[in-house]
């Protein structure tokens, strides 16, 4: 989403941030009174404190980044003119598929992370690029907070919750609280599939910060929520199981 969205901003301003207004207006001509919005870690830019609280600098450096804080900054202001109460669900990186398989990532030329390092895993790419291994981090890599789809959707099922008892307008960081380098992750693929794939180091990408992991005192404090699948192996283990149904090329060492 964040390379895309440099090279293709209006288009993300028009999904993001139009469409959402168009939403809005309808919603309030509806008589909807509680909304809970589906926003970003990239809001926080670089997020030069780790990890980040809900109250930290909104300084987007990327265009995804800036259409999902217009389209918030749209909703509070909406919020106070029609009496809106909001729940801002702040997505770090959000992983892994349905334990059951029922559902998962099924985007074709999808730049995730653990989904492009699981395609790599199963001979559907030719290889995975880390973008950069000249981060102020420990291993180089970026470092990113990965949070598991179902724990994300009980997120959102929580959240609702607080909003239907009179809760009042809050934004909640949606992760664990710990993240993981681009090289845990590959590691982790690694392990899981069994294998080795093949690794390309290049340049970094404009628009990714060095380190995005979440403050998660307050979703835990306020919301009636627990996170289930916290493990990165669980997430890559998932991820992994719904990549191998997916139509394409495989690697028939792990078909």
């Known amino acids: 989403m964040v390379p895309e969205s440099v090279s293709d901003p209006l288009g993300y301003y028009r999904n993001n941030t139009m469409n959402t207004c168009t939403l809005l207006d309808a919603a309030i001509k509806s008589g909807v009174r509680q909304v809970i919005f589906s926003s970003t870690a990239a809001v926080y830019g670089n997020g030069d404190a780790a990890p980040v609280r809900e109250d930290a600098p909104t300084l987007p450096i990327s265009p995804y980044g800036t259409s999902k804080l217009m389209s918030e900054i749209m909703l509070h202001d909406a919020g106070k003119a029609h009496g809106l109460r909001l729940s801002f669900c702040v997505y770090f990186n959000v992983a892994g598929a349905d334990p059951k398989l029922r559902t998962g990532q099924s985007t074709a030329g999808a730049t995730h992370l653990i989904k492009v390092a699981c395609e790599a895993a199963l001979g559907k790419r030719a290889k995975i690029d ?26 959102h099922s929580a959240a609702l919750g607080y909003l239907r008892r009179g809760g009042a307008s809050t934004t909640f960081n949606c992760g664990y609280g710990r993240g993981a ?73 792990v078909a």
Do not use: M
């Open 130 to 155: 880390v973008y950069g291994t000249d981060y102020p981090t420990p291993d180089g890599t970026c470092i990113r907070d990965y949070i598991h789809v179902s724990d994300l959707a009980r997120a």
């Open 181 to 253: 380098s681009v090289f845990e992750v590959i590691d982790s693929v690694r392990r899981i599939c069994g294998h080795d794939f093949p690794v390309e180091i290049t340049g970094r990408r404009p628009g990714d910060a060095a380190a995005l992991v979440a403050n998660v005192d307050r979703i835990l404090k306020t919301l009636d929520w627990r996170p289930q699948f916290q493990d990165l192996d669980t997430i890559v283990a998932h991820a992994f199981a719904w990549e191998r149904r997916l139509p394409g090329k495989r690697d028939h060492a």
